[in-house]
């Protein structure tokens, strides 16, 4: 079966500090990777996303790179902000089927 | 871009009572919406796969009967929380895919956050 495995959070950082949430992933498939962020009290949304091997999605300063030899997609930010505290979902699909997330990680930025 | 309406956003009901969330694709058709259970400490769960025109398929463990989901149109799916008891209390959120764009994404709504007394 599909399964995502995120880091454990929550992840708590400095305004400013380098970010890494570490993401792996075992599929039947090819799957697609995808990062959704969630705010305090919204719905999920779409950071970035990358359908193929060594693909780079990048979004919002955000990055992350689909490693098919370590099966990871590891989500990175130089610089993070005040502004980016908020669950963080990995998640992959294959094909049409719906996504198989990870349990997200928790990240707190401090000023 | 694609945006999908979830309404209410918040619902408080008494047990026993039943309760209807909408979820509407704005400007996109979708064939396929997915119902989402949020537990506390952040993990979702797939609850449903809500077809335009069929009988929604649900997830192993999930009552069919208590979680009712129609999805009448290509735009919009409902979930009723039937006889609805304290600990059906959640964070319940929907998604969908856009019919035009095959593979891409799903497009979520801001959820619902119901709370049975």
């Known amino acids: 079966g599909n399964s995502v495995t995120q880091m454990e959070g929550p992840v708590t950082l400095s305004e400013e500090a380098f970010l890494t949430i570490n993401c792996t992933y075992t599929?039947?498939?090819?799957?697609?990777l995808f990062w959704y962020v969630q705010y305090p009290g919204e719905g999920l949304q779409l950071l970035l996303k990358a359908t193929k091997a060594d693909d780079k999605g990048s979004n919002k300063g955000f990055e992350a790179t689909y490693r098919k030899e370590t099966t990871s997609f590891h989500l990175e930010k130089g610089s993070v902000q005040v502004s980016d505290s908020a669950v963080y979902f990995c998640?992959?699909?294959?094909?049409?089927?719906?996504?198989?997330f990870g349990k997200g990680t928790m990240l707190l930025v401090s000023p | 871009g694609a945006v999908v309406s979830q309404h209410p956003s918040w619902v408080i009901c008494k047990s026993g009572t039943s309760v209807k969330i909408e979820c509407r694709s704005l400007d996109f058709q979708a064939t396929t919406m997915f119902w989402y259970r949020q537990f506390p400490k952040q993990s979702l769960m797939l609850m449903a796969t809500?077809?335009?025109?069929?009988?929604?398929?649900?997830e192993q463990g999930v009552e069919k009967d208590k979680f009712l989901i129609n999805h009448a149109s290509l735009t919009l799916s409902t979930l009723t929380v039937t006889s609805a008891h304290p600990e059906d209390s959640s964070f319940y959120i929907c998604s969908a895919r856009d019919r035009a764009r095959g593979v891409d994404p799903l497009h979520f709504g801001n959820g619902t956050r119901l709370t049975v007394t």
């Open positions: 998640a992959l699909s294959v094909g049409y089927s719906t996504l198989t």
């Open positions: 599929a039947t498939g090819y799957p697609s």
């Open positions: 809500s077809n335009e025109g069929s009988k929604a398929t649900y």
